[in-house]
């Protein structure tokens, strides 16, 4: 047995979106009911604390409540045969949820809070923080998801992996947000790229081997997982 096929997912909100999560982005999407700068910023943070905390509270909270979907699901079962690896712009853990082994998330993770001011101290947190949450210094803590504006200090590694692809597969983001949605530039002409999107926002014609299907994930994820293990048969 030759190794695995590498596989890699990149994944945006559209992947969670059958699971009640909303997408940022979509008609009454959750940017819709915010000013970014104000709730997902150092500066919103630091100008006003409880709003950015509250904003994140009431995510976590919704997070507690929902399950992966079949799009989740499908993906562990693409373990079977390949060696899968999940980078995630999603802070959500539904990839976790549903069993993925090897998930990256780019911009943090809404079930984790970290210090202010030790950026490597970061603790499991699932329940409301608030100010006056304080890490072991006596610190507060803050959300442990990356802000506009803010590095993205997984992206050398979801580089690394994205270049060692045998296949790409893009599901449920816009590709608006830079560093993220350069990682498609990171495979070779060869590589094929599958991408599920309802309103797929990507053109077929700036890239070699491409191939856009126009479904959900729910939908389109399931029947494209079996149809790669058709072709392994
Ligand atoms: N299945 C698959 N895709 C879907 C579904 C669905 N059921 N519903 C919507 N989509 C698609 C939309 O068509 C859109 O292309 O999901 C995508 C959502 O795009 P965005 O809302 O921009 O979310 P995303 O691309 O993940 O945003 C990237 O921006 O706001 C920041 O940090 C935040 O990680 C986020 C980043």
Redesign the pocket.
Known sequence: MGRKQKIVVL?????S??SGLK????SN???EGHD?MQV?SPQGFSRNPELVLEFYNQRRRQLLEVSPNA?HHALVTLENHFDVSIVT???DNLHEQAGSSHVVH??GELFKARSTVNENHVLEWKKDLVLGDLDDRGHQLRPHI?W?GEMVPMMDVAAQITQQADMLMI???????YP??GLIHHVSSRTPIYF??????IRSSDFGNLTVIP??????VPTLVNQLFDTLI
């Open positions: 994944t945006g909100a559209g992947m979106a059958e997408t940022f982005r979509d999407g959750l940017w970014v997902a799009g712009q999603n802070v780019l911009h990356v506009f599901i449920g983001t816009s590709m608006q947000v993220a949605a599920v999107d309802p309103k797929p926002n479904k959900t994930a729910v939908d389109g």
